[in-house]
């Protein structure tokens, strides 16, 4: 709670500065955004929604298609601004300011939400998934809907949606195929705990850096290779370091949309319910773009003269039994649970 309340009071600055030059205010009223609802059902909201990314990424899609839907379905009352390229701040700095008026709303994966519940963590836990149809199935199911609710009361958040992003493969600057050839590899990785000990438990040896410092770190043999969807590997060129992708898909990371719960709850029913069916309609949307995009960007890669390599992920998901009970025990409940919906195995 401390940390939280430190690092909120840093978010209310950014707040302030933002609020000042973008004339700020989340609803016509100019009320407090946590007051309790009012019962004007002609209320009109103005969001402001932080993204990391721009148009083409798969968040930001998500974001758009939701802005366009909840236009649509509250009949204009609500407007949402979309502020791409982390213009509001980090990520973590928007999610502890969000109460402060940083932002009204964010799109971005369930892990980002790791430093307010370990619960979060599921987002990055190896080998639950087999594919899309797997993950879509879950992420639309009743454990889908409870892992949101959870992770989001825990967390002091409200979450909806569910975007497939595609599997995160490796892509590295020598040929790889098997288990034993991870042994010391240096690879980029995020730097949170489940894909830390994911890298290790193959033995290699993970790097947390930046995504914008990767490049360099490639072309000077810093690391040998990084991790992340296909598409979004692309969208950094590491094709021009990284002839070899291999599509070890290790992780099913899930977008969602992301507010306050205490102003969510504030919201009048209608407009509730609004955000959750647009959330539902933009990640339905963009989750199929999502899924030709992959197909299209491995083509590419051959075309561009990358070599794409399969693995056997039977071999790799078997090496990583155990890894949720040793590793993130309170998470071994809802690994099995999703293991267990695979019904095309």
Same mark, same amino acid.
């Given at each position: 709670?401390?940390?939280?309340?430190?690092?909120?009071?840093?978010?209310? +600055?950014?707040?302030?500065?933002?609020? +000042?030059?973008?004339?700020? /205010?989340?609803?016509?009223?100019?009320?407090?955004?946590?007051?309790? $609802?009012?019962?004007?059902?002609?209320?009109?909201?103005?969001?402001?929604? +932080?993204?990391?990314?721009? /148009?083409?990424?798969?968040?930001?899609?998500?974001?758009?298609?939701?802005?366009?839907?909840?236009?649509?379905?509250?009949?204009?009352?609500?407007?949402?601004?979309?502020?791409?390229?982390?213009?509001?701040?980090?990520?973590?700095?928007?999610?502890?300011?969000?109460?402060?008026?940083?932002?009204?709303? %964010?799109?971005?994966?369930?892990?980002?939400?790791?430093?307010?519940?370990?619960?979060?963590?599921?987002?990055?836990?190896?080998?639950?998934?087999?594919?899309?149809?797997?993950?879509?199935?879950?992420?639309?199911?009743? %454990?889908?809907?409870?892992?949101?609710?959870?992770?989001?009361?825990?967390?002091?958040?409200? %979450?909806?949606? /569910?975007?497939?992003?595609?599997?995160?493969?490796?892509?590295?600057? &020598?040929?790889?195929?098997?288990?034993?050839?991870?042994? #010391?590899?240096?690879?980029?990785?995020?730097?949170?705990?489940?894909?830390?000990?994911?890298?290790?438990?193959?033995?290699?040896?993970? !790097?947390?850096?930046?995504?914008?410092?990767?490049?360099?770190? %490639?072309?000077? #043999?810093?690391?040998? #290779?990084?991790?992340?969807?296909?598409?979004?590997?692309?969208?950094?060129?590491?094709?021009?370091?990284?002839?070899?992708?291999? &599509? !070890?898909?290790?992780?099913?990371?899930?977008?969602?949309?992301?507010?306050?719960? !205490?102003?969510?709850?504030?919201?009048?029913?209608?407009?509730? $319910?609004?955000?959750?069916?647009?959330?539902?309609?933009?990640?339905?949307?963009?989750?199929?773009?999502?899924?030709?995009?992959?197909?299209? +960007?491995? &083509?590419?890669?051959?075309?561009?003269?990358? !070599?794409?390599?399969?693995?056997?992920?039977?071999?790799?998901?078997?090496?990583?039994?155990?890894?949720?009970?040793?590793?993130?025990?309170?998470?071994?409940?809802?690994?099995?649970?999703?293991?267990?919906?695979?019904?095309?195995?």
């Amino acid at each position: 709670m401390k940390k939280r309340f430190f690092a909120s009071l840093m978010a209310a +600055a950014v707040a302030v500065s933002c609020l +000042a030059g973008c004339g700020g /205010g989340s609803s016509s009223s100019g009320e407090d955004k946590n007051a309790p $609802a009012t019962s004007d059902e002609g209320a009109t909201y103005s969001w402001k929604m +932080a993204l990391n990314s721009t /148009g083409g990424d798969n968040a930001y899609d998500t974001a758009a298609v939701f802005a366009d839907k909840i236009k649509e379905l509250t009949d204009g009352r609500v407007n949402v601004q979309l502020y791409g390229g982390a213009s509001l701040g980090t990520t973590s700095e928007v999610l502890e300011g969000m109460s402060y008026g940083v932002a009204d709303i %964010l799109c971005e994966s369930v892990g980002t939400l790791s430093t307010f519940s370990n619960l979060a963590n599921i987002d990055a836990m190896p080998y639950m998934y087999s594919g899309y149809d797997h993950f879509m199935k879950v992420w639309n199911s009743d %454990l889908g809907r409870e892992m949101k609710t959870t992770i989001g009361d825990a967390a002091g958040f409200s %979450l909806f949606g /569910g975007t497939y992003r595609g599997p995160r493969i490796v892509t590295a600057t &020598k040929e790889m195929s098997k288990i034993e050839d991870f042994k #010391g590899f240096k690879l980029r990785a995020p730097n949170l705990e489940v894909y830390l000990k994911t890298w290790q438990w193959l033995d290699a040896t993970p !790097t947390p850096l930046p995504m914008g410092e990767t490049y360099t770190a %490639l072309q000077q #043999g810093t690391v040998e #290779g990084q991790e992340n969807p296909m598409v979004d590997s692309m969208n950094y060129a590491v094709q021009e370091v990284c002839k070899y992708w291999i &599509k !070890t898909n290790h992780v099913y990371s899930c977008n969602v949309i992301i507010m306050d719960k !205490t102003y969510f709850e504030s919201l009048p029913e209608d407009i509730q $319910a609004a955000v959750e069916e647009a959330a539902n309609y933009a990640s339905k949307e963009i989750s199929e773009k999502q899924l030709a995009a992959s197909e299209d +960007a491995e &083509k590419s890669l051959k075309d561009m003269g990358c !070599t794409v390599i399969e693995v056997d992920t039977n071999e790799f998901s078997a090496y990583f039994d155990g890894f949720a009970e040793k590793n993130f025990p309170y998470l071994e409940d809802w690994v099995s649970k999703i293991k267990g919906m695979d019904t095309g195995k």
